[in-house]
């Protein structure tokens, strides 16, 4: 899975950028503030239709201009595809090869990508938002039906607590609510207790080669909910009066988490601040194997600027790592020089420069 050829237009900073990234490794350098994260979060919204750095979509678009746009030629084993992800003040256009996606499921499970980046080191010890997010990226690729439950599941248990609040817990319109979101609920407490099933099994080899020895990994999914749909929806209904008090619901998917502990001790209040790091990476490269076999390719990698983050030991085993990685890598860096990936990109690596948002081949 290659990214061949990439146009950018109007995104963030980025007025015009056209390049042929390499099928190894592509490092682009730049200064603070030159447009570094910008170039892979335009290469993940090309391939996704989202960003992976925030959920206010038209943030992306450039100050000033109307709308952006991602377009790239994907190579998958020998076949091509023209991808383009548009976005306008309303609306997301995707297609490929100029047949309109209908869904932006089936979009973004074409071309898998993984992202490292900065904020994801308090993976493990940072809000459980973080760690259902994960969960959701996995279960996108073994059942994209899976973020038509979780919209539907929100909606419902939205309504269900705007009928709560005005109408009180006999509010005949309760029951049509609490049936979507007990079978909506369910299904995604399934689907994300498959997830963190394969992603245990990965993290813990993954943090074998990152994390200190001796040490051993293990997560533990904690579901807010049931898988079982009867069992959520009485939950839902009992819970009335005390949902109606609190305004919001204490039982449900939004309640899920994942339990780290490494040898038996939990991550979040008895880790060292590197052990943590350590979880954290061990995570993501779990991730990376997950996709990597859901989805029966090598992922395409981001790496945004997670030297600036990690100490000299840590970068080298992430580079290590990456030295038998065999798929296209993106890594970006205000260092330089500064990092020696001599030993990475066995299939080829270019140097590109970011300066306000142009990019250039350095040579
Ligand atoms: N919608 C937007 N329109 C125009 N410019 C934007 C938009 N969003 C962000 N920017 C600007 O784009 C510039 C590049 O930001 P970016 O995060 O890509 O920099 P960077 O090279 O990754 O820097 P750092 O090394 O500090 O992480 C910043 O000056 C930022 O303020
Ligand atoms: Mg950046």
Known sequence: MVFERVAVRTFRNIVRVDFE???GMNVIVGE?????TSLLEALYFGATSRSFRTDR????IQQGAGAASVRMRVAERGIRREQTAGLGPQRRLLAIDGVVASTAAGYATRTPVVVFCPGDLGLAVGGAAERRRLLDRLALFAHPETVGFRSRYARAMKERQEALSRRGTG?????????VAGECGARLTEARG???ARLAEAAVVAFRGVGAPGLDLALVYRPGGSVLREEFVEELARRRGR????KVSGYGPQRDDLELTLSGRGVRRLASQGQQRAVALGLKLAELECVRLCRGVQPILLLDDVSSELDDNRVRAIYGHLGEWEGQVFVSTARGEGVDFAEVGRRGRADWVMVG???SRRV
């Open 21 to 23: 990234p390499v099928s």
């Open 32 to 36: 603070n503030g030159q447009g570094k």
């Open 57 to 60: 979509a038209g943030d992306m």
């Open 171 to 179: 509010a005949r319109e309760l029951d049509a609510f609490e049936a």
């Open 194 to 196: 498959e997830a963190a």
């Open 243 to 246: 949902d109606a008090r609190s």
């Open 357 to 359: 948002g142009s990019l």
